[in-house]
Each structure stands twice: as structure tokens, then as C-alpha cells.
């Protein structure tokens, strides 16, 4: 089974259904036919019998069964034709009177059949329909009468109907075979394009598509789910190319530039003040490399890896607070205003070094793009069993069509201009990933000029877990 094609074995299993129901059909015909004309008979039989009782009669003080005549008649004188075989037998089972077509012969009365029950039995080789019933004459029994009838023409019909239904059966079930497997083959003409587009497929040419069949069947939806998965793959490949060529211009940028400033310090000598200026600035390039990679590093280990993911009961107060300090130093130059606004302790179920990465993404991005004097204002509070985080400035701001290609890998705005302000264009792009890997809910808004606001909302603590 396993060597044979796919639309031989549609064809295949076709047949057998078919075969099966062509069968039951074809033995239901043989019997119905068969019961058919055994009722014919066993009508006949009836008939006999009930004739022939109205035919005994008594003369004389002697029992006569019926007119000389009658045994001439065709019926109970020819073997060719639907012959009727009579025979009388008296209280002894001995033979009284019987039909001239019997001739040397005789019916067999069988002790073991009812009175009146119809059953096959022989007569010279030749299967006959016979019966068997008790004679009375004035509720006095004085004997028994047999009728049998030849089955031989009926048998004929019934062999001959089975020999054509076993002739038919093999020749009907070939024809179905090869119509089952033309058809089969057209209907999976689809699954013979998807193998055809998949050969064409390489990592160099994704353009390829499966046609769509006409006929919006199962194998249309397997048809457009696999070309909805090469759109996706397609993309997912030119996002990596681009995500690639972004990540070496970013690397490469603060390489050239360190290179360059150490190159005009080596072309001549220098005053201490100038060396040290020149060094301080590659050391703030070489921070920047570092950010960037760590970025990356980051963005790499959690790629759609779950299994990465360490979940447990976070402090988020305490989370908050720990990445205000290690921003303290921005807050402090920039003369920031940070509000902590939150009525109680709350506790998340997440992971904790992920839930930090985002935060301190978040907040450094709050504080990094506000003005000098401004207000960064962080919100906690708790809705529906879910604790809702609010970030809120009032700095640059983003336009609104920027909103979407913000959280792109590398994007900066440029509605102002800010490129006094270092940033690698990774920040929302990994709190993005990260929120989508921990289904914690994302959401930012933003208006140029009037600031950024961020919300986070986490699945709350389980007291359960503990």
C-alpha cells in the first residue's frame, strides 16, 4: 500500500468502499429475485393442495380421489414443462395413487418435515419443491397427499443470474478503478503544483506561488494557507536581510568613527587637554558599541524562545526602583522630575530580568527625550485582576506616523531633531518582542511636542503559586 501512488491509493480506497456497497446490491438482487420465485412456487403448492382437496370423494363406500381424466391433463403428464408431481398415500405411507408423470418413480414422504412446511429436496437428481399435508374425509383421516414441484427452470435463472452478477462484479469494479483514479488524479492536480512550487522554492527566489483552484474545496484552503506561510516566510527572511544590513551599518558606524579620531591623533602631536577630549569621545563610541551589542546579544537569546523564560512572583515597586537607579545619573543631569505613583505594593507573575529589561527600556526612553525641569510620572494601580503600569512624560514626542515604525529594529524619528540624543533604535523594538513573549498587553501613545505615554498591563501575582 505504502509503494503505491497517492492517487492510486484515492482510487484504491474508492474501490473498496464501492466494491463493498456493489456487493451488498448484488446480493440483495440474487436473493430478492430467488425469494422471488420461490413464492411463485410455494403459491402454486398452495394452489395444488387446496384443489386437489376438494377433489376427494367417496362412491360406493370407496374413497376416490379424483377423475381419470384429470391425470391426462398436460400438468400432471409432461416432465418438460413446469411439471406437478401428485402422489396419495394411505395411513401406512403406501402408495395409493399417483401422477402418470411420476411414472417408475415416487415422492419420498420425509418423517422429519412438518405437515404443510415447504422444503427442496430430489427426485432423479433434479431439486423439486415439495409439501407434504394429511388427508380427511369427514374429520376422518385416511391418509396423505404430497405435491412436489420442479425446480429445475428456476434453478436455471438463479445460476444464471449468479454467473452474470460474478462475471459483472470484477469487470464493474475495474471500471470504477480507472474512472476513480482519472478523476482522483484532476482533483489533486493542486497537491501536484504545491510539489512543483516547492522544487522551485530556494532561498533565493520566494516569489513563487501556488495557483489557486477554481473550486473553493479543502485543497483551495491547503493552497492559500501555503502560500499565506511563504508570504510569511518571505517576509520574515527580507526583515532578517534587513535587520542584518541595519545591525552592520549601526555596528560598524561607531567603529569608524573611533577609528577615524585615533587615526588624527597618531598623524601628530598633541596637548594633553586634546588627547584626553579625543579619548573621552572614543570611550562614549565604545559605550555605545557595548549597548548595542548587549542589545543584540539580548534580542538573540529570547527570539521566540519560551522555554528561556523564567516566571515567578516579581516585586514590580522594587523593579521600578531599581532601574530609577541605575538611571540616576540621567535623572540628575537632565534635571528630570520622576513621581512614583503607587497606593500599595504590587507583585506580577513574569520574569523578573525580562520585566526589568522592559522597564528600563521604557523609563530610559521617558527620561532620555524630556525636556530639562520636566515631569516623568510612573503609575501603578490595579484593574480587573490585572496591574496596570503607566509611563508618562512630557518631552519631544513621536508624530503619529511614526507610531508603527517606531517599534521597527534601528527606526528613529526624525520629526525633531534630536541626533544630539545617542540611541541605537533597539529599545521599543526589544520591549515589543518582550511583552509579546511575556503576553503582557503594550500599548504607546504620543503627540509631538506634548510627550510619550506608555502602558504595560501584567497578569497579577497568584497567591496559588506560592
Aim: aromatic residues 8%; hydrophobic residues 40%.
Amino acid at each position: 500500500m505504502t509503494s503505491l501512488s497517492f492517487k492510486n491509493r484515492i482510487a484504491l480506497n474508492y474501490i473498496v468502499g464501492t466494491g463493498l456497497l456493489v456487493l451488498v446490491v448484488f446480493s440483495a438482487i440474487y436473493f430478492i429475485v430467488k425469494l422471488t420465485v420461490y413464492n411463485h412456487i410455494d403459491e402454486n403448492l398452495n394452489t395444488e393442495i387446496q384443489d386437489h382437496f376438494k377433489e376427494i370423494k367417496e362412491e360406493n363406500g370407496k374413497i376416490i380421489f379424483m377423475d381419470a381424466e384429470e391425470w391426462e391433463e398436460r400438468e400432471h403428464n409432461s416432465v418438460d414443462v413446469n411439471p406437478v408431481f401428485v402422489q396419495f398415500l394411505d395411513l401406512n405411507k403406501k402408495i395409493i395413487e399417483k401422477s402418470p408423470n411420476l411414472k417408475n418413480e415416487k415422492l419420498i414422504y420425509h418423517e422429519n418435515k412438518d405437515h404443510f412446511q415447504l422444503f427442496d429436496t430430489k427426485l432423479l437428481g433434479n431439486k423439486i419443491r415439495q409439501i407434504q399435508v394429511p388427508l380427511h374425509l369427514k374429520s376422518k383421516k385416511i391418509g396423505y397427499l404430497i405435491i412436489a414441484m420442479s425446480l429445475s427452470d428456476s434453478s436455471k435463472v438463479l445460476d444464471n443470474l449468479m454467473d452474470t452478477l460474478l462475471i459483472t462484479f470484477p469487470i464493474i469494479l475495474l471500471i470504477l478503478f480507472f474512472l476513480a483514479r482519472f478523476y482522483a488524479g484532476r482533483s489533486i492536480k493542486p497537491i501536484n503544483d504545491i510539489i512543483e512550487t516547492s522544487k522551485a522554492i530556494t532561498k533565493d527566489n520566494l516569489k513563487s506561488r501556488i495557483p489557486l483552484p477554481k473550486t473553493r474545496d479543502e485543497l483551495f484552503t491547503l493552497s492559500k494557507t501555503i502560500n499565506n506561510l511563504l508570504n510569511r516566510i518571505e517576509d520574515a527572511i527580507e526583515r532578517e536581510k534587513q535587520f542584518t544590513s541595519d545591525a552592520s551599518h549601526e555596528l560598524r558606524t561607531p567603529l569608524t568613527v573611533i577609528k577615524g579620531t585615533l587615526e588624527v591623533l597618531i598623524r601628530k602631536p598633541r596637548d594633553s587637554k586634546e588627547y584626553e577630549e579625543k579619548i573621552n569621545y572614543c570611550i562614549n563610541e565604545v559605550d555605545h558599541l557595548n549597548s548595542l551589542v548587549d542589545q543584540l546579544l539580548l534580542m538573540a537569546r529570547f527570539e521566540n524562545q519560551k522555554q528561556n523564560i523564567l516566571k515567578e512572583n516579581v516585586y514590580l515597586n522594587a523593579a521600578i526602583l531599581d532601574v530609577l537607579k541605575l538611571n540616576a545619573e540621567k535623572i540628575k543631569s537632565g534635571r528630570i522630575n520622576v513621581i512614583l505613583d503607587a497606593s500599595e505594593e504590587f507583585y506580577i507573575y513574569s520574569d523578573n530580568y525580562l520585566t526589568v529589561t522592559i522597564l528600563r527600556n521604557i523609563i530610559s526612553n521617558a527620561v532620555k527625550y524630556s525636556k530639562p525641569d520636566n515631569e516623568v510620572k510612573i503609575s501603578l494601580s490595579r484593574e480587573n485582576h490585572k496591574i496596570v503600569c503607566t509611563v508618562s512624560d512630557h518631552g519631544i514626542g513621536i508624530a503619529k506616523k511614526d507610531l508603527e515604525s517606531i517599534l521597527n529594529p534601528f527606526f528613529r524619528s526624525d520629526s525633531l531633531n534630536h541626533s544630539e540624543i545617542k540611541g541605537t533604535g533597539l529599545g521599543l523594538f526589544i520591549v515589543k518582542r518582550m511583552t509579546n513573549l511575556l503576553q503582557i498587553k503594550f500599548k504607546i501613545e504620543s503627540e509631538i511636542g506634548k510627550g510619550t505615554k506608555v502602558l504595560l498591563v501584567f497578569d497579577e501575582y497568584d497567591n496559588s503559586l506560592k
